[in-house]
């Protein structure tokens, strides 16, 4: 079955320090991939996408993501975190052949940033 | 530039109650999903459809109905609510393309009590 798997639930960070969020996915092609963020009682925010090419993609307000096939990963990374980068961070995939699939989606980590 | 457009945004229901969720996009996107949130889950999806009539279970479907008369609108039915379906509720609609870009409603905030 389709996976993605967020290893972490919870992390925190002092404000400066760098900022890696992994993410595994499980799938027989090689998926479409995305990470969005959400901020309490709000809603989802796409940061960026990985549809081929490029394995570094980058994306909104200072993050990027690198997709390597042989890890079946795609990580999110930000060089120095922000108070406002606090919040909750999905990892998505979904099946690359086209069609109708939704997207699935990794359980959350939750980024708490220190001062 | 609506996008896509849930309401209502928070309701509070009573254990057995009924209600409609209506999600409207005004992209003309064939699919159209519907995912519920719950805490340490993620998101998870209930039901979707490919086009006006269609419909198709997700993978947490049960407890939940859905239609689609209009391609632009897709309902999500709680015909008799319970309190685990307490959660936050996300319509999202996409074009046919490949690699389209799913694009999210701001979320529904159902309480049941």
């Known amino acids: 079955a389709q996976s993605v798997t967020q290893p972490d639930i919870h992390i925190t960070v002092s404000e400066g320090a760098s900022l890696e969020l992994r993410c595994n996915y499980s799938?027989?092609?090689?998926?479409?991939l995305f990470w969005y963020v959400q901020s309490p009682g709000q809603g989802l925010q796409l940061l960026l996408k990985?549809?081929?090419?490029?394995?570094l993609v980058q994306g909104i307000k200072g993050f990027e993501a690198e997709f390597k096939r042989s890890q079946s990963s795609f990580n999110l990374r930000k060089p120095s975190v922000h108070w406002s980068d606090a919040a909750e961070y999905f990892c998505?995939?979904?099946?690359?052949?086209?069609?109708?699939?939704?997207?699935?989606f990794g359980k959350g980590t939750h980024l708490i940033i220190q001062p | 530039n609506a996008g896509v457009t849930q309401t209502p945004k928070f309701r509070v229901l009573k254990t057995g109650q009924s209600m409609t969720l209506l999600c409207a996009q005004d992209?003309?996107?064939?699919?159209m999903y519907w995912y519920r949130q719950d805490p340490g889950m993620g998101l998870r999806l209930i039901h979707y459809?490919?086009?006006?009539?269609?419909?198709a279970k997700g993978e947490v479907p049960d407890g939940y109905n859905v239609s689609r008369l209009k391609k632009q609108n897709f309902l999500l039915g709680l015909e008799s609510a319970a309190p685990s379906q307490t959660s936050v509720y996300f319509c999202?609609?996409?074009?046919?393309?490949?690699?389209?870009?799913?694009?999210f409603g701001e979320g529904s905030w159902l309480t049941v009590v």
């Open positions: 990985y549809f081929s090419g490029d394995t």
């Open positions: 459809s490919v086009g006006e009539g269609t419909t």
């Open positions: 799938y027989g092609a090689t998926p479409y």
């Open positions: 998505a995939a979904t099946y690359s052949g086209g069609g109708a699939d939704g997207l699935t």
């Open positions: 992209m003309n996107h064939e699919y």
């Open positions: 999202a609609s996409r074009g046919t393309a490949k690699g389209n870009t799913i694009y």
